[in-house]
């Protein structure tokens, strides 16, 4: 897991994004240098072991290109207690308007 120290101080100094990236590829580990969202990358960890508990009452929007690991990634933000949560497959053979993948919602907006 990579980018979630920035987001932990944020937390720590009671401070709330609007929205949280939680990716399963390479991310961006230094989203915070550049004004952008938190970006988590979760890329080849084992999500069911992850303490993830910054993301308490967070809106996450989480995506992978494996149905898997989405629904793996749905299950941590119901673990960790997400106010929201957005879970998408990106699909690399599919335009982006034309996505079939595995998508669901959790929580309220």
Same mark, same amino acid.
């Given at each position: 897991?990579?980018?979630?120290?920035?987001?932990?101080?944020? =937390?720590?100094?009671?401070?709330?994004?609007?929205?949280?990236?939680?990716? @399963?590829? &390479?991310?961006?580990?230094? $989203?915070?240098?550049?004004? &952008?969202?938190?970006?988590?990358?979760?890329? +080849?960890?084992?999500?069911?072991?992850? @303490?993830?508990?910054?993301?308490?009452?967070?809106?996450?929007?989480?995506?992978?290109?494996?149905?898997? =690991?989405?629904? @793996?990634?749905? &299950?941590?933000?119901?673990?960790?207690?997400? =106010?929201?949560?957005?879970?998408?497959?990106? =699909?690399?053979?599919?335009?982006? $308007?034309?996505?079939? +993948?595995?998508?669901?919602?959790?929580?309220?907006?």
């Amino acid at each position: 897991m990579n980018g979630h120290e920035p987001l932990i101080a944020m =937390r720590l100094a009671g401070k709330i994004p609007q929205y949280v990236f939680l990716e @399963d590829s &390479e991310g961006n580990p230094q $989203w915070h240098l550049y004004g &952008e969202l938190p970006t988590i990358s979760v890329k +080849g960890d084992a999500l069911k072991t992850l @303490d993830m508990r910054f993301l308490v009452g967070l809106a996450v929007l989480a995506s992978s290109e494996s149905e898997k =690991r989405c629904k @793996d990634l749905l &299950e941590v933000c119901k673990r960790h207690k997400v =106010r929201y949560a957005v879970v998408n497959q990106i =699909r690399l053979d599919q335009k982006r $308007w034309e996505q079939t +993948g595995f998508f669901e919602t959790y929580g309220e907006l």
